[in-house]
């Protein structure tokens, strides 16, 4: 992975230092409230409903085992012993004093880490698929992609006073594994008819209020403009994005509301001042880049591999966890390991103190010291050699992350809700717990086969939703939380914004629901026809009649 | 209100101008050769009209409206060489991207202290992309 030289070092510790004193200057009365709260935000510190919360910045979601022992550590001294993972790969500390964030900064800064604009109307995390530089189906490794723009965006001085937050994601494989098509840009990399790779850019894609799936804007990006064009896009929303209303800033409503061939047109004409510049990166620039995402040192595929049909008969279990939760990897005797965040004693996407210490132990011992964060909140240990398969599933058990449940139902995306976000209107988290209780059977849950619950408690959708096979999103009616559901939505390459079932359902119904929900897709469903396959075939009439008792055909 | 001009504090400098850009451009170009302008003015029309002027002030209504950053940049790009006053709610946690944007002048609000707001130019010495200033990215120098 992508190692600090002394610039990347000092500016994250000169960015301490800043806000050190931003902190200082505040605490001393110094600078107003708002415009600290900005300040904060662009080093990821929010005010929640009982307490600050920092979100650390995993830049698209790499990191190496020192550094999760760091946020372990950071977690016993500041916080209360455990973290969360987004869904923008970001990690999350629900405790901390503001008093203590500058020294919270600091230790991140020592291994390299910061939370430099994780939050506020600037430049985010970009993230990517988990399976980057692994996964058989990539066309490219989009991690040395990510590391650019990563760069050009901190601290770039012209886009940190933005309309609104900007996100960007990349995608480099046949699949999409990083739900580029609702973020605000979405580049994709790809081989185009004369062979040369380059990027498709999708820009105005998004959740929230209102859920749109990103729209082309470029067909083929050659990528040494990579950097120029998303600049381009960029100065045309800053200039041109609504201010007069915070829930409709985005670039989507911008897009929208001229369209995407007059928005093409905008960025192509201020891309036609850029190109070529001193924004066009060097083959060399980016083959340095790529020089840190080589691979780590495989085995030769016969001392990688192991013939694992005895260990599948003598322990089944080990079967079942294998097939669920690991993929195939493109180099041969190796296999991609999901270690789910999702076991039924704590919240999706929380993680221990003890937990954190595991992984990083478990990266060092069998992954070349490497992890990886996704975002449905899971964590990956992306190079496993088939022969510690075994071994490896063992420890897990230990730290309590062995639970097979990878893309089943119980492998959901729930934000944090109520308990804890002082933006939601709905709790979550007794969703969650109420949905492990009653489906803990984990035959069921095979029997059911690929599905994406996400739970969102609130409009903004951090949950995600919108693109939830089946999503849920907490509402609050007349004093009561209720949840309304809606089905058939997709993150993957076939995206698609999920309908609203009908009418909300009271908390203490959500699981029935759920459970009748599944009902009929047991009932309707063709030989491997998935869920989402058999929504999209019989539409909405039968799970309508099933959960509302109605036999009309209209919306209820 | 403290200007500092060249990263220095200013004792002696022509005042905020008043007249916006959009009167200037109904009055006729020659009225005058200093305008204040914001994120809702022309900005092409701007850029074909800067080098008739000496002073183009850039309105931050609330530190939030980033505009005034995009506007003084492509001002530079468009070649212009006379002073970019930024005016408005001016405060040195904002002054080093100000500065690298291509503003050299700023006038403060009341409340910032002159010597705090000098020791933050260069406060980040590391630049990651190109901008006004000509400086970085800081590892291809």
Known sequence: MYAYNQYDQALVDQRVDQYRDQTRRYLAGEIPEDEFRIL??????????????????????????????????????????????TTRQNMQFNWPTLESVPDILGDLAKVQMHAIQTSGACIRNTTTDPFAGVSADEIEDTRPWCELIRQWSSLHPEFAYLPRKFKIAVSGSASDRAASQVHDIGLHLYRNDA?????????????????????????????????SYLEAVLRVYNLNGRRDNKYKARIKILVNALGVDTFGNMVEAEWEQLKGGDLRLPWSEIDRVKGFFTGPDYLAVEHAQNDLADAFVQHPQFATWYRQNTRDHKQGGYRIVVVALKNQLQAPGDVSHQQMDGMAALADEFSFGELRSTHDQNLVLADVAQRDLLALWFKLQDIDLARANVGTLTDMINCPGLDFCSLANAETLVLSRQINET???????????????????????????????????????????????????????????GKTLGRSIEQDQVVVVIGQILDVYVELRETDETFLQLVRRVGFAPFKERVYGTHQRSAA | MALIKDQQLSLEHAATPELRFSDWLSDGP????????????????????????????????????????SMARMLRRAGYQGEIRAVGDVAMDRIDFMQRVGFNAFELRDDQDVTQVLSKFGEVTVHFQPSADGKGPSYMA
């Open chain 1, 40 to 85: 904060r935000l662009m080093n990821g510190l929010y005010i929640q409903r009982l307490a600050p919360m920092l979100r650390v910045a995993i830049p698209y979601g790499l990191m190496k085992s020192q550094q999760m022992r760091s946020l372990a550590e950071i977690s016993r001294v500041y916080d209360k012993g455990y973290g969360h993972f």
């Open chain 1, 195 to 227: 062979g040369e790779v380059g990027f498709e850019v999708l820009v105005g894609g998004g959740l929230g209020r209102t859920p749109v799936i990103g729209k082309t804007v470029k067909k083929f990006l050659e990528p040494q403009e990579l950097l």
């Open chain 1, 439 to 497: 489906f803990d059977d984990m035959d069921y849950q095979y029997d059911i086969g690929d599905i994406q619950l996400k739970i969102s408690g609130c409009i903004n959708a951090c949950g995600h939703h919108h693109v939830g096979h089946i999503g849920v999103l907490g509402v609050e009616k007349g004093g009561k939380q209720v949840y309304q559901f809606t089905l058939g939505g997709s993150a993957s390459k076939d995206a698609s914004l």
């Open chain 2, 30 to 69: 020659n009225s005058a050769d200093a305008v204040l302008a914001n994120g809702d003015d022309d900005l092409p029309s701007l850029l074909t009209h800067a080098s008739k002027l000496s002073m183009i002030a850039l309105e931050f209504d609330t530190f939030a409206d980033g505009r005034g950053f």
